[in-house]
């Protein structure tokens, strides 16, 4: 099976702090991907990745950015962590040009920026 | 720019009921994906659809792709408490890149 692990599942931080997130997958999957879940916005992509050292931004990426050094992990940084970032932050894998393509999803982090 | 819209957002289903959830979704694409998250968790694979008339089902849930029609619908037969949760569909847009819909809340009551 594949497992996508968060580093935390409940974080609480203040405002100007530098917040790191750490996913990891071990299926060896090719793409990562960050998103964050709001009540009514459903999941927002920050910024994914392709491959060791690649990153592409999403649709939201202002205020982060993403470090991919190893294949099995991908970081999200927030770099001075503000209230507008308290939200539900998904972590995603799956192959690249697989035929199913599916995401597999980790159990999520719930930030909230004091 | 490919945009996936769900229908209902909010679905409040009585027990033992039918009913449909629908996506459709923009551009041409033959990988659709639905995806059930409980309250508080992250979210589960349900159903992958890869191909123009793909059906799969597990217990009371159904769901079917018509690529033509750029449609997606998830089916519930019989409803029962247990599947109340929050239901996406997400089309692959590219290279394994998805794009959700905004998702649609189910509340089950007797």
């Known amino acids: 099976d594949v497992k996508v692990t968060q580093s935390s599942r409940y974080l609480v931080k203040r405002t100007g702090e530098k917040v790191f997130l750490e996913c990891v997958q071990d299926?060896?999957?090719?793409?990562m991907f960050w998103y964050r879940q709001d009540p009514g916005l459903g999941l927002r992509l920050i910024y994914f990745?392709?491959?060791?050292?690649?990153?592409e931004k999403g649709d939201i990426p202002e205020g982060y950015s993403v470090s991919r050094e190893k294949k099995e992990r991908f970081s999200l940084i927030l770099e001075s962590a503000s209230t507008n970032q308290t939200s539900m932050y998904l972590c995603?894998?799956?192959?690249?040009?697989?035929?199913?393509?599916?995401?597999?999803f980790g159990p999520g982090t719930r930030l909230t920026v004091l | 720019e490919l945009k996936v819209e769900q229908n209902p957002l909010f679905l409040s289903m009585q027990e033992g009921k039918n009913y449909t959830i629908y996506c459709n979704y923009s551009?041409?694409?033959?990988?659709l994906y639905w995806y059930r998250q409980d309250p508080g968790k992250s979210l589960e694979s349900l159903f992958v659809?890869?191909?123009?008339?793909a059906v799969k089902q597990e217990g009371r849930l159904m769901a079917s792709l018509d690529t033509k029609a750029r449609l997606s619908t998830l089916h519930i037969t019989a409803a029962v408490h247990d599947l109340s949760a929050t239901y996406f569909c997400?089309?692959?847009?590219?290279?394994?890149?998805?794009?959700f819909g905004a998702g649609t809340q189910v509340v089950v009551t007797p």
């Open positions: 551009t041409t694409s033959d990988r």
């Open positions: 995603a894998s799956n192959l690249a040009g697989g035929w199913k393509d599916e995401q597999f």
């Open positions: 997400a089309v692959d847009d590219s290279w394994g890149k998805f794009q």
């Open positions: 659809l890869l191909s123009n008339g």
């Open positions: 299926m060896d999957h090719e793409n």
């Open positions: 990745s392709y491959d060791v050292k690649m990153k």
